[in-house]
């Protein structure tokens, strides 16, 4: 039974059931079908873990479904059963052959391209710490601010490797399980007006950082601080009308240690969605899939793990710099230094989310096990 938890705690259990499975049968190749974000995740993680020949066979229902494309692990046109066998036979190649800076690149951009969002990068970011790649961090700060998304109805009408032809030049030609990825692929046709974009901002003073997904054109988001310590609670106050123009829904506790594992806050989501209310939200958990506004995310250090975050207050004004990439705020730091950081309950209980939530790394790192 998958421990209750976020995205991130799955992806981990995902992979050490994969890993356990493995280890008491003989597996001469993987072939993965199509799941979720955060369940295919954690079989790229056990993939690497095992060192196997590896071919996926995603179905394109989600934009975490190109990553195995740009990384090398699916065939474009060629049927993956067929293509597994034949690696299984000749061994090779390998997840170590495959996985670099080069394919995580391609992966990186055609995942933003394709519309995935900050949890695209944290589970990118676990791949390259289990890879061994170091500087992913870098290459993410340099590659997503400039990777817009292309249109949604151009997606649903196109495949992962007509998304890949379309990004051209801009990718890496790396190995893939049949042979170059760019002699894979066929000419596809530019995709239409791109819209949302991924932008990081910093506090100078603390070091914190958040992932913002904005429209484009925006170039700053403000807001007073309406502050909850869980989703639970911000969910209440919007549906009791709580919430007007102007606030900013600051969540804690649903970061890596806090959630734990990442908590994705679709219940406030829908709850904004159906009270029509537009009102940038900034957590140190994880933006739904597919929502209107702006939300920031990602809040690193964490608000469980003592963060700026947990020092905020209702009433705090908060400032985010999308041009200088800079959180703004008119309290002072002395006085943010005073404050007692807000505590927040075990979530985690025992067993395995417990021990995760002692050691997982920050979600721009990959949430994983430290």
């Keep these: 039974m998958i421990p209750r938890g976020g995205v991130a705690l799955e992806r981990e259990w995902v992979a050490d059931q994969a890993e356990v499975f493995g280890s008491i049968v003989r597996l001469d190749a993987l072939l993965v079908g199509p799941a979720r974000t955060e369940d295919l995740a954690g079989l790229l993680l056990a993939a690497v873990r095992f060192d196997l020949p590896t071919v996926f066979a995603p179905d394109g229902s989600q934009p975490f479904d190109v990553v195995p494309h740009a990384l090398g692990f699916a065939s474009s046109d060629e049927d993956p059963a067929e293509v597994v066998v034949e690696i299984a036979r000749s061994g090779e190649p390998r997840p170590s052959e495959l996985i670099d800076n080069f394919s995580l690149a391609n992966a990186l951009r055609a995942g933003v391209a394709a519309g995935g969002g900050p949890e695209l990068l944290v589970h990118l970011a676990a791949l390259a710490h289990e890879a061994g790649v170091v500087g992913f961090d870098q290459m993410v700060r340099v590659l997503v601010p400039e990777t817009p998304e292309v249109a949604s109805e151009w997606l649903r009408e196109h495949n992962a490797p007509a998304l890949l032809s379309a990004l051209g030049d801009t990718l890496h030609d790396v ?5 170059k990825l760019k002699e ?15 932008v990081f901002v910093r506090a100078r003073a603390s070091g914190a950082e958040a992932v913002c997904r904005v429209r484009q054109g925006v170039t700053e988001v403000v807001g007073e601080c309406r502050v909850f310590g869980s989703e639970e609670d911000a969910v209440s106050a919007v549906h009791n009308g709580e919430i007007g123009e102007g606030a900013m829904l600051v969540v804690g506790g649903c970061g890596p240690r806090g959630g734990p594992g990442l908590l994705r806050l679709d219940d406030l989501g829908r709850a904004l969605q159906e009270a029509a209310l537009e009102v940038p939200v900034l957590t140190d958990g994880l933006a739904p899939d597919d ?26 004004p908060l400032r985010m710099d999308l041009t200088e990439g800079r959180i703004r705020t008119g309290i002072s730091a002395s006085e943010l230094e005073n404050r007692e950081p807000t505590s927040f309950p075990d979530r985690a209980g025992t067993r395995y989310a417990a021990r995760y939530a002692r050691t997982a790394l920050p ?3 990959g949430a994983g096990f430290d």
């Design 184 to 198: 894979n692929l066929t000419p596809s046709s530019p995709p239409p007006d791109r819209h949302a974009r991924l």
């Design 363 to 365: 979600a721009l790192e």
């Design 175 to 179: 190995p893939t399980v049949t042979g």
């Design 291 to 316: 929502v209107a506004g702006t939300w920031i995310s990602l809040f690193t250090p964490e608000a469980a793990a003592g963060g700026v975050l947990s020092l905020l207050r209702d009433g705090d």
